[in-house]
């Protein structure tokens, strides 16, 4: 398995060979959104290659000029590709990229049909943003992708909030109010799915406390 870059013409010849109508959907849809905010000249797709060659996984990703931040804007496997474990893969190789480039942190947004795989990581979400997706920004463990469990047993909800809690309070703020009654019915489902990794309470808690400190 290797990790490689791919240009603007090269993701659209890679995913012109994807077959089901919903990866194909998805491929498209992420390049219309990279296109709309990134230039494809810096930073843009990296692809996972299985060892007989083929394109198996997808991941927009970004480090920031300051190298603070690893966000993850898309992580997507064909449909005939999943369950073989290539999506944790290639975030594996990402996040370890990142620390080769000393980044401290990464953020991203899950939708509800991701939860399971990121939760199965040991990612935990602080609450959703505007649109209703799941956010997470949590410290990156010195030992990448597999510390992250351990991290967050063992670490409070201050220690991985570091110094960002205003911001990331400020993406979560109030936004279950703003869902709808079916969307309210689905977070709620979610939120007893994710458990102890649903951690918006707690967040609000220790925010409040700051606030009454300060």
């Given at each position: ?57 997808y ?44 980044v401290?942190r ?71 109010g ?37």
């Amino acid at each position: 398995m290797r990790l490689h870059p791919l240009n603007r013409d090269e993701y659209l010849l890679s995913v012109s060979t994807i077959t089901d109508t919903e990866s194909k959907r998805f491929a498209i849809q992420a390049l219309a959104w990279w296109d709309r905010h990134f230039s494809w000249k810096a930073q843009g797709c990296n692809v996972l290659i299985d060892n007989e060659g083929k394109h198996v996984c997808y991941i927009f990703s970004k480090i920031d000029r300051y190298s603070e931040y690893l966000t993850v804007y898309n992580l997507f496997t064909p449909l005939i590709d999943r369950r073989q474990g290539f999506a944790e893969e290639l975030l594996d190789s990402t996040i370890n990229h990142a620390l080769s480039k000393h980044v401290r942190r990464i953020h991203f947004t899950s939708v509800s049909d991701s939860l399971d795989f990121y939760t199965s990581l040991g990612f935990i979400f602080w609450g959703i943003n505007d649109i209703g997706h799941y956010y997470c920004d949590l410290p990156i463990p010195k030992n990448g992708l597999i510390g992250f469990e351990e991290m967050i047993k063992f670490s409070t909800n201050t220690t991985l909030l570091g110094s960002k809690m205003e911001k990331i309070y400020s993406k979560v703020v109030d936004n279950e109010g703003k869902l709808t009654l079916k969307q309210n019915q689905k977070h709620t489902a979610n939120c007893l799915k994710l458990g102890d990794k649903w951690i918006y309470n707690p967040l609000s808690v220790l925010h409040y406390e700051a606030r009454l400190s300060s």
